[in-house]
């Protein structure tokens, strides 16, 4: 037999990371609630009680006006963070106290000639382009009823379940800022039972480690992961450093795109290395992920393999992608070439047919920010449909 460790973290929305990705990706839909057709690469930095966004938006709608003349990014920082809850007297990083940067310009023409669907001079058609060069993976595993990696689900469940307590109001003392990570045993590839379980939460000062410890295990991790899964001896470290007063911006600085390990598969699946958040669907680093999650997940649900790896890769300004790579792991029930005959069959990998097919031009990106941007059951996350099981069934015969 086979036996290994895995282990996936999680973060919370008030990880300094998770405040800058929260902040793009409101910026993003406020652009896309004003002209779907906007275009916007927005990149947030937060630390102690300042935030700085830069970065470059279009909104072809408004034509030569200001973006400050129809969206007001201050207000959108600010509502923004005070949605995650830095509103405590106690917090340097205070939704109303921000000192705010802005240095948001215009796309670049040369890359907007490279997108839009028209020609240009040197562009060799018409159709809208890749928005940059790179390689994109989708992934999915018939471990968990969401087709995710084990690891990666239950330290989201963790973090999800500490952030709606906290946004009860019930329990005074829970702060922000939260980091999850759970480590799974695997027999035969199989998830068999978790080894450990790390909560770290920030938290008031005054707090015991001992009610942090209680809370967490009794509160948290009892509740939301799988009983079959916890044994007499799976290991709960809480808060190990002892104390998490001192979170946020106050304790560490915070980058859009700093934790895509996090926003995907925890490091089961691999990662082409394009950031997600503050971007609209024009770039493929987030839209053509979405898309290799929606093909993987569609061919797993499919019974077509237990697991699936696409990759796919483009060149900036090119409508096509360059390659096209399927791998099953082996555990296809078909050779990973039928598989990959039939996804091309069933769905085209241009740039402009995957905003189409996923219905991306759309507010919809707070939404995927945090706790994963891969299995949510929300009907405006497109790339969670398994409807094209059918269809992919039929094309591989």
């Known amino acids: 037999m086979s036996t290994y460790i895995f282990s996936s973290e999680s973060v919370g929305e008030g990880h300094p990371d998770k405040v800058a990705d929260t902040i793009s990706d409101a910026i993003l839909d406020a652009c896309l ?194 009983k079959g899964m916890l044994t007499k001896d799976t290991e709960y470290l809480i808060n190990p450093t002892g104390k998490f007063v001192v979170g946020g911006p106050q304790g560490d600085s915070g980058l859009t795109g700093r934790k895509i390990i996090v926003d995907t598969y925890g490091g089961m699946g691999r990662h082409g290395g394009g950031a997600f958040s503050g971007k609209d669907p024009s770039k493929v680093d987030r839209s053509a992920a979405y898309m290799g999650r929606w093909v993987a997940k569609n061919v797993v649900a499919a019974g077509l393999a237990t697991k699936c790896e696409v990759q796919f890769a483009y060149a900036i300004g090119h409508p096509l992608p360059v390659s096209i790579h399927i791998d099953t792991f082996g555990t296809g029930t078909v050779s990973d070439e039928k598989i990959l005959a039939g996804v091309k069959k069933v769905f085209s990998f241009k740039p402009a047919d995957i905003v189409k097919q996923l219905k991306l031009l759309r507010p919809i990106y707070s939404k995927s920010t945090n706790y994963g941007h891969f299995g949510k059951d929300d009907a405006d996350l497109t790339w969670e449909k398994t409807d094209k099981v059918a269809a992919l069934k039929k094309a591989v015969g």
Request: glycine share 8%.
């Open 33 to 226: 609630a004003v002209d779907p057709k906007s275009r916007v690469a927005c990149e947030t930095f937060v630390k102690s009680n300042v935030v700085v966004v830069g970065g470059e938006i279009t909104i072809p709608k408004i034509g030569q006006k200001p973006i400050g003349s129809v969206i007001n990014v201050e207000k959108i920082i600010r509502d923004a963070v005070r949605g995650i809850g830095y509103v405590n007297g106690d917090d340097v990083f205070h939704a109303d106290q921000l000192f705010i940067n802005n240095y948001l310009t215009t796309q670049s023409p040369d890359i907007a000639q490279g997108v839009d669907a028209k020609k240009a001079e040197g562009k060799k058609h018409a159709e809208q382009g890749a928005g940059d060069q790179g390689i994109m993976f989708g992934y999915a595993s018939a471990e968990t009823p969401e087709l995710m990696p084990a690891p990666i689900m239950y330290a989201h469940r963790l973090g999800r379940e500490l952030t709606r307590i906290r946004k009860t109001g019930k329990v005074k003392w829970l702060r922000p800022d939260a980091k999850s990570q759970v480590s799974v045993e695997y027999v035969d590839g199989k998830p068999t039972r978790i080894v450990n379980v790390v909560i770290s939460t920030q938290h008031a000062e005054g707090t015991s480690h001992a009610e942090i410890e209680k809370f967490c295990i009794e509160q948290i991790i009892k509740k939301v992961l799988p």
